[in-house]
């Protein structure tokens, strides 16, 4: 089956740090990838995606680069701020004929001080 | 702007009373998502429709019930709430075109239910 697996949390980063999520994935056919974050008492947001191997998402400074070889996606960013701070999810979408079902990780918490 | 809207936010029901939860779109999507979403834990499909097609994921327990009456609104009902169905649910919806894979999902911004 398909599943996803991230680096556990709480990640607690000093504002201006650079950051890494780590994000592996399994999965049978040719999967989408994505990034998505969750703010306190909020639904989830996209926040990059990447549709085929090599492709790189980016937004909002976040990086994130699909590797097949390494089965792989990564979250980057080379300067958080406080406003960074939240729960983000790396996420798998295989297409299943009527939907595009999404497969989440477990979800790591970032936390920014100043 | 074109977005998904749940309602309402917080919901308290009883244990064994039975809930409704509502969720609505303004951007014509086909396809309709309910997630359940543990603390601290990932969102967890229940089931989806493709238009008027109920699609429920094998391990949603009965207790979980859907209906779609148009394109704009879907409906959880939850039967007999226990206290384990205590949670965020979270509604999405997405696109489904001819020969595409990729469909992004969008969310509202959830519902959570206590139940007492």
């Known amino acids: 089956g398909n599943s996803v697996t991230q680096m556990e949390g709480p990640v607690t980063l000093s504002e201006e740090a650079f950051l890494t999520i780590n994000c592996t994935y399994t999965?049978?056919?040719?999967?989408?990838l994505f990034w998505y974050v969750q703010y306190p008492g909020e639904g989830l947001q996209l926040l990059l995606k990447a549709t085929k191997a090599d492709d790189k998402g980016s937004n909002k400074g976040f990086e994130a680069t699909y590797r097949k070889e390494t089965t792989s996606f990564h979250l980057e960013k080379g300067s958080v701020q406080v406003s960074d701070s939240a729960v983000y999810f790396c996420a798998l979408s295989v297409y299943s004929g009527t939907a595009s079902k999404l497969t989440f990780g477990t979800g790591t918490r970032l936390q920014v001080t100043l | 702007d074109a977005m998904v809207i749940q309602n309402p936010r917080y919901q308290v029901t009883q244990f064994g009373k039975p809930v409704t939860l509502s969720c609505s779109q303004t951007l014509n999507h086909n396809v309709m998502y309910w997630y359940q979403q543990k603390s601290s834990q990932a969102p967890k499909l229940l089931f989806h429709?493709?238009?008027?097609?109920?699609?429920n994921e094998a391990d949603t327990p009965d207790n979980f019930q859907s209906r779609r009456p148009n394109t704009s609104f879907c409906f959880l009902d939850i039967r007999s709430p226990g206290l384990g169905d205590a949670a965020m649910y979270l509604c999405?919806?997405?696109?489904?075109?001819?020969?595409?894979?990729?469909?992004?999902?969008?969310f509202g911004p959830g519902t959570r239910l206590t139940v007492l």
């Open positions: 429709y493709y238009d008027k097609d109920f699609n």
């Open positions: 999405a919806t997405s696109s489904l075109t001819s020969g595409r894979v990729y469909n992004e999902q969008f």
């Open positions: 999965a049978t056919g040719y999967p989408s």
